[in-house]
């Protein structure tokens, strides 16, 4: 999640770690993450510390990367490997159609706009076209837009004064300018550029016509005086990550829509889930949308925030088809929902709930999905079992179904029906005692190895053991407290690697990697141990896996002092697991998302959100145009800092990071 207008607070001091690595291998979890296989290399590690020693190994000898690592670099442009060409793909303000009109933002309004690529770009996914192909050099990207800011979009705005300064016909902009793009694209000599004249592509919005689906579908408490039947809304709100289903399929997880309303929350019916869901904020109304919409106010349709925070079913290949929330996947501030298949046919969708002290949740369909028959899958994710990760310092993860009226989802308890635990399931995972996580973000599948991937991107207040509230304190799968730099979690479904039963109760799961700097014991970081003053980060958010079967990370930080957000890669297996190095360095302010690969490993997409968010003097908030830290990536005066998707590969045609 992006903080949206404020970047977080750095760390406090305070340090506290659960256990000692001896601690921890006497418990029983002997495999603990990248130890396996290196301590007979480093050595015994100090009593009582986490720090992995400075390099002692030579990268080079113990990994399968090749290309030469970045040094770390803060400054107003984006850098790249010797050796690789990049290509500004899409710009915000940029045509996805023949008819668009020309990018100019003092006279941008909402019909201009949603035919236009959106702002803010975070998930991003290359599908080759025809669906199921190889095709490397023609496809579909499916980018989504998760909010705006408004005064680093239009001239003459401040953070102070741009909720009163907006024009009706900005505010539309800005409504229009957040949700999804899905576009052609083609490669022609090398270069790649959006086929305007195609029928694939569509914009989707907060405009946008959507069906309501699932358990929650007409009930009482998603009804409106202008939907009374409570199976249709209009708009999505703050895309964040998503995913693809096996039949191709987009899914977009809603990631908090509480300061898109206006209007006091307190004048809503039931404060306990208000408060639960995190929609009790007074500052509130950030693009000043329930000025032209009164469904968006709070006390004109108390209704509405309940329509919001859902995983959207889009298929690309339907511009004609409309947008579905799936209910049964729950509500949530729904990072993304990565998909997979279990060896039974039954699909099977992991997500995220981005916020502190938050949950990891599966969603198992009922019925198998039919390969043969695409739109035989249309309404599979209607029906199933959702759970959420309980685990243990066994190192097992146990999946909690949660069942109305099963253990202590009772009557009693407020869960008469399904539809009360999918409009409530923060509340309903309380009950059963799941596993309070690091901010839970990046969620990937590694379809060779068949391990998941799980970026908890930070969490400061995250206690030590013994203080406080014992659902803030460290656990296992949280071991430091606080927590400002993050760790990745390995999650191990039974079976095999060509085989693995993502739909079993049960997991293995282990530390992958401790965020921070190895040089810092206090910071308790943990690393293969060559990794470089270059390679190691903060902050893990997108996680992607390219073809040749390499981990990629994204950071959304702030990183420390000096440091920008960045994406690096590394190996996820053999002599060069989690050995992370530097590939790519975004503009100040700025952080990459979700990288994206063609079916040949020969290209990857990355998507540049929010450039110029930070000062480049101080690393302060910049307020507005005027002081934001770059004019990426045109670099021209009367231009803003444009949000944008690129394009990166090797010169020699060979697979990137390779």
């Not at 690592?69 to 790249?80: G, I, N, Q």
């Not at 009163?164 to 899905?182: E, F, Y």
């Not at 690309?316 to 929330?325: A, E, F, G, M, R």
């Not at 409009?423 to 599948?445: C, H, K, S, W, Y």
Request: net charge negative; charged share 25%; proline share 8%.
């Amino acid at each position: 999640m992006s903080d949206r207008q404020k970047t977080r607070a750095r760390p406090n001091p305070r340090r506290a770690f659960a256990e000692t690595y001896g601690e921890i291998l006497s418990q029983g979890i002997a495999r603990r993450s990248v130890l396996k296989g290196l301590l007979a290399t480093v050595g015994s590690l100090a009593a009582g510390g986490l720090a992995m020693p400075r390099p002692v190994l030579a990268a080079a000898d113990t990994t399968t990367l090749s290309f030469a690592e970045l040094a770390r670099v803060r400054d107003k442009d984006d850098h790249w490997p010797e050796g690789y060409t990049r290509q500004i793909l899409l710009r915000w303000g940029d045509a996805l159609f023949a008819d668009s009109p020309a990018f100019d933002p003092l006279t941008l309004d909402g019909k201009a706009a949603e035919r236009q690529f959106g702002y803010n770009n975070d998930f991003t996914h290359f599908m080759p076209l025809p669906l199921g192909s190889a095709s490397s050099d023609n496809g579909l990207m499916l980018v989504s837009h998760e909010y705006a800011t408004p005064f680093l979009m239009f001239p003459g705005l401040n953070d102070e004064d741009y909720r009163d300064k907006l024009s009706d016909n900005q505010i539309r902009a800005i409504m229009a300018s957040v949700g999804l793009s899905i576009v052609e694209v083609r490669k022609t000599g090398g270069q790649w550029a959006v086929v305007k004249d195609s029928t694939y592509n569509r914009r989707i919005h907060m405009s946008t016509e959507m069906a309501i689906s699932g358990p929650a579908a007409g009930d009482n408490r998603l009804k409106t005086k202008a939907d009374p039947t409570g199976k249709t809304v209009f708009g999505t709100i703050s895309n964040c990550n998503g995913g693809i289903t096996p039949w191709g399929t987009l899914l977009s997880g809603e990631e908090g829509s509480m300061d898109v309303f206006a209007g006091d929350y307190k004048s809503l019916p039931n404060q306990e889930l208000v408060e639960r869901q995190g929609w009790d904020e007074e500052d509130n109304d950030i693009y000043g949308a329930g000025r032209v919409e009164p469904r968006l106010r709070f006390e004109e349709e108390p209704n509405e925030w309940l329509r919001f925070d859902w995983v959207v079913e889009i298929d690309p290949l339907d511009p004609t088809s409309k947008p579905v929330k799936r209910t049964a996947l729950g509500r949530m501030t729904h990072e993304g929902a990565q998909c997979c298949v279990a060896p039974d046919g039954r699909v099977v969708v992991f997500m995220g709930d981005d916020d502190d002290f938050e949950y990891l949740y599966r969603f198992v369909t009922r019925d198998a999905w039919n390969p043969s028959d695409r739109a035989a899958n249309r309404d599979l994710l209607d029906n199933g079992t959702l759970s959420v990760a309980k685990f243990g310092s066994d190192g097992s993860v146990q999946w909690l179904p949660l069942i109305a009226g099963e253990g202590p989802l009772t009557a009693e308890a407020g869960f008469k029906t399904q539809a009360d635990v999918v409009l409530n399931t923060r509340a309903a995972a309380d009950l059963m005692g799941a596993t309070p996580m690091d901010a839970p973000e990046g969620f990937i599948v590694h379809p060779k190895t068949g391990k998941l991937y799980v970026a908890m991107t930070e969490n400061e207040d995250r206690l030590p053991a013994g203080e406080g509230d014992a659902g803030e304190q460290v656990n296992a799968a949280n071991p430091r407290g606080p927590n400002p730099h993050g760790h990745l979690l390995e999650l191990v479904p039974s079976g095999s690697p060509d085989k693995p039963d993502f739909a079993a109760e049960r997991f293995g799961w282990d530390v992958f990697i401790l965020c921070g700097d190895p040089a810092k014991p206090e910071e308790g970081a943990m690393y293969h141990p060559a990794t470089s003053a270059n390679g190691w980060f903060t902050d893990p958010d997108n996680l992607s896996v390219d073809p040749a079967g390499r981990l990629w990370v994204a950071t959304d930080g702030p990183p420390p002092e000096g440091i920008a957000d960045a994406l690096f890669v590394m190996d996820t297996e053999g002599p060069g697991r989690a050995l992370p190095r530097l590939f790519y360095v975004a503009p100040i302010g700025s952080e990459c998302c979700s990288p994206t690969f063609t079916p040949d490993g020969q290209t990857v997409f990355i998507s540049i959100q929010h450039p110029g968010e930070l000062r480049l003097a101080d690393d302060e908030d910049a307020t507005s145009i005027e002081d934001a830290g770059t004019l990426w990536p045109d670099f021209v005066a009367s231009m803003p800092a444009r949000p944008s998707l690129i394009v990166l590969s090797r010169d020699d045609n060979r697979a990137v990071g390779s």
